[in-house]
Antibody, heavy 114, light 107 residues
Framework: QVQLHESGPGLVKPSETLSLTCTVS????????WSWIRQPPGEGLEWIGY???????KYNPSLKSRGTISVDTSKNQFSLRLTSLTAADTAVYYC????????WGQGTRVTVSS | EIVLTQSPDFQSVAPQEKVTITCRAS??????LHWYQQKPDQSPKLLIK???QSISGVPSRFSGSGSGTDFTLTINSLEAEDAAVYYC?????????FGQGTKVEIK
């Protein structure tokens, strides 16, 4: 059974950098697409980007080049780094596998506030 | 960017009735359209992949159809546990996008 678990700080200050990690169990990180997706409070879902086998990455242009996704194969983890945070980045952040997202992590809530 | 427009935004339906949610894509996406269910305070859950392919463990009352630009999620015989927000998602071209969601309430 494949499981994903997000971890990271719950509160980050404006203009700072957010770092989140998704730990994968039950599947190798060396296969599949691995995505980050976010959901602002009371709103819909937004795909942030993915990392694919070999470290290939693609991002949503809406991030304006603020996001970086990386992988640590030794720990079977992938990470999201998001710079220059504003209140608009406040959201629940999910990690998920595949071209169709299955499974998802439980989500981690991130609040951007001073 | 491919825009996915769902309709309706909200639907209130009695138990055992049929629910139909549509998702229209701004350009042809073939069958690369997937459906998710999100219950309050939970992660989304995959219901249907590639427009009409069923997912193991998902009740058979959930079905999908369509191709190109017009897609439909159908819930036959609605149950109380189906109260949720439903999203469509396309993986045809980057950036991957979601519909705005359809909230289904049980009358």
């Amino acid at each position: 059974q494949v499981q994903l678990h997000e971890s990271g700080p719950g509160l980050v200050k404006p203009s700072e950098t957010l770092s989140l990690t998704c730990t994968v169990s039950g599947a190798s990180i060396n296969a599949y697409y691995w995505s980050w997706i976010r959901q602002p409070p009371g709103e819909g879902l937004e795909w942030i980007g993915y990392i694919y086998y070999g470290g290939n990455t693609k991002y949503n242009p809406s991030l304006k080049s603020r996001g970086t996704i990386s992988v640590d194969t030794s720990k079977n983890q992938f990470s999201l780094r998001l710079t220059s945070l504003t209140a608009a980045d406040t959201a629940v952040y999910y990690c998920a596998r595949g071209l169709f997202f299955e499974p998802w992590g439980q989500g981690t809530r991130v609040t951007v506030s001073s | 960017e491919i825009v996915l427009t769902q309709s309706p935004d909200f639907q209130s339906v009695a138990p055992q009735e049929k629910v139909t949610i549509t998702c229209r894509a701004s350009q042809d996406i073939g069958d690369t359209l997937h459906w998710y269910q999100q219950k309050p305070d939970q992660s989304p859950k995959l219901l249907i992949k590639y427009a009409s392919q069923s997912i193991s463990g998902v009740p058979s009352r959930f079905s999908g159809s369509g191709s190109g630009t017009d897609f439909t999620l159908t819930i036959n015989s609605l149950e109380a546990e189906d109260a949720a927000v439903y999203y469509c998602h396309q993986s045809n071209s980057l950036p991957w996008t979601f519909g705005q969601g359809t909230k289904v309430e049980i009358k």
